[in-house]
């Protein structure tokens, strides 16, 4: 039920070596600064949309969200945004390059960005997120 989380993950593995970690907790409120290696990326699983009913089937069409989470740290940020920004924006743009539009195999369709939530900073961290819609095969 879960694949495509894990799919998503052996992608970022692959498509964006830059990455010290890639983490699945179940919240990214789970995250300890102070325990996770950076630059990384959190995927957690946002929770499951039905669509709707296939005509005569009796099934559902069932979309999953999936949230990315990048986190960067930058000792020498503590007074600005913007050092985080410049060293996030790299792999952003390789995240995104790696995931929107690619199909993992146990998705009906390739993954489709989705509305996530604004980025977050604290001292000298920012944390990114980008959310994607993969739909499960029946």
């Given at each position: ?10 992608r970022l ?10 983490y ?19 995927v ?46 790299v ?11 690619w ?36």
């Open positions: 039920y879960f694949a495509i989380g894990a799919e998503i993950v052996e593995k692959v498509e964006v070596p830059e990455l010290l970690a890639i699945t907790p179940a919240e990214i409120g789970d995250a300890e600064e102070g325990s996770q290696i950076t630059p990384c990326c959190h957690l699983y946002g929770g499951d949309a039905i669509a709707d009913t296939t005509a005569g089937r009796g099934t559902n069409i069932v979309k999953q969200a999936w949230v990315i989470v990048l986190a960067v740290q930058n000792s020498s940020a503590q007074l600005g945004v913007s050092m985080l920004q410049s060293e996030a924006s792999l952003i743009t390789k995240i995104l390059s790696a995931l929107q539009g199909q993992p195999p146990s998705s009906a369709k390739p993954l489709k960005r989705i509305n996530a939530e604004k980025p977050s900073y604290r001292p000298t961290y920012a944390y990114y997120p980008f959310a994607f819609e993969g739909t499960l095969k029946q």
